[in-house]
C-alpha cells in the first residue's frame, strides 16, 4: 500500500517537473486598459505652463498585430492659475474687471489612432492623434463660475468679460499624444507619455478680448502609464 503511494507521488513529482521544463507561450493580448496618474500645467493669459496640476486618465487600447491601433481615452484634468499683480497696477474704474485668477475641473474623452515608431514585443514608442470633446468650467477662487458673466455689485459679482463674449463650456479637442511603453513577459506594462490636448478655445481662463496671448489655450500633462490586459488572443493550434 504504502509502495502504491510512494510510486503515484513520484509520478505526480515527475510529471509537474516536466511541465514546468517546457516553454509556454502566453498569448498576446487583444486590449489594454491604461490608468494614468498625471500631472498637468497650462497656458494661456495667466501663465505659460508655469503651474503644476494634477488629474488622471482611463484608456482602453486595442491591440491588434500591426503598425497602429486604437485607443479611447477619459481624462479628469483639475487646471489652476493665477497672475500676480505689481504694485503699480491700477485696477479698471468699471467693469468689466478681467480675472487673474481661474480653476477648472476639466473632462476630455477622445477617440486617437496610435502609430507605433518603435513595435517590438516589449517596447512600443509610438506617437498619436486624436479628436475629442472637451468640456470646462472655469471658477473663481469661491469656486463660483464666471461663466454667466454676472453683474451685481451689491452681492460682490463683477462682469470679468465684453457683453458680447459668450462661449460654450463644449468645445472640440484635438489630443495629440507620445509616449513609451515597457512590457514583462506577464503582458502587464509601464510607461511614461506626454499629451497637449489643444482644445478649440480661448476662454479656458475665461480671458480672451483681455488677454495677450495670441491663439487658444492649451493644457499639456506628463502622464504615468499602467497597463492591464483586458481579453487575450486565441493560440495557434
Not at 510510486?7 to 517546457?22: A, D, E, M, Y
Request: glycine share 8%.
Amino acid at each position: 500500500m504504502i509502495k502504491k503511494i510512494y510510486n503515484k507521488v513520484l509520478l505526480l513529482v515527475l510529471l509537474t517537473c516536466s511541465c514546468f521544463g517546457q516553454d509556454f507561450e502566453i498569448p498576446t493580448p487583444k486590449k489594454y486598459l491604461e490608468i494614468s496618474p498625471l500631472i498637468n500645467s497650462y497656458r494661456g493669459d495667466l501663465g505659460s505652463f508655469n503651474q503644476i496640476n494634477g488629474g488622471i486618465n482611463l484608456a482602453f487600447i486595442y491591440n491588434k498585430p500591426r503598425r497602429g491601433n486604437l485607443r479611447l481615452d477619459f481624462t479628469y484634468l483639475y487646471v489652476q492659475a493665477s497672475r500676480l499683480r505689481g504694485k503699480d497696477y491700477v485696477p479698471p474704474i468699471q467693469e468689466p474687471i478681467p480675472n487673474n485668477y481661474f480653476q477648472s475641473q476639466t473632462l476630455n474623452f477622445s477617440l486617437s489612432y496610435m502609430f507605433y515608431i518603435i513595435n517590438k514585443k516589449n517596447i512600443k514608442l509610438y506617437l498619436a492623434q486624436g479628436l475629442g470633446v472637451f468640456y470646462f468650467d472655469p471658477l473663481d477662487e469661491n469656486g463660483e463660475s464666471y461663466f454667466e458673466n454676472i453683474s451685481d455689485n451689491s452681492r460682490g459679482y463683477y462682469q470679468t468679460r465684453n457683453e458680447s463674449e459668450t462661449y460654450s463650456k463644449f468645445t472640440l479637442s484635438l489630443p495629440t499624444r507620445f509616449g513609451l511603453m515597457y512590457y514583462f513577459p506577464t503582458n502587464f506594462g509601464i510607461g511614461l507619455s506626454g499629451t497637449f490636448y489643444n482644445p478649440f478655445t480661448d476662454y479656458l481662463d475665461n480671458i480672451s478680448d483681455f488677454g495677450t496671448v495670441k491663439g487658444y489655450d492649451n493644457v499639456f500633462s506628463l502622464n504615468f502609464n499602467f497597463h492591464i490586459p483586458l481579453q487575450y488572443q486565441k493560440l495557434k493550434k
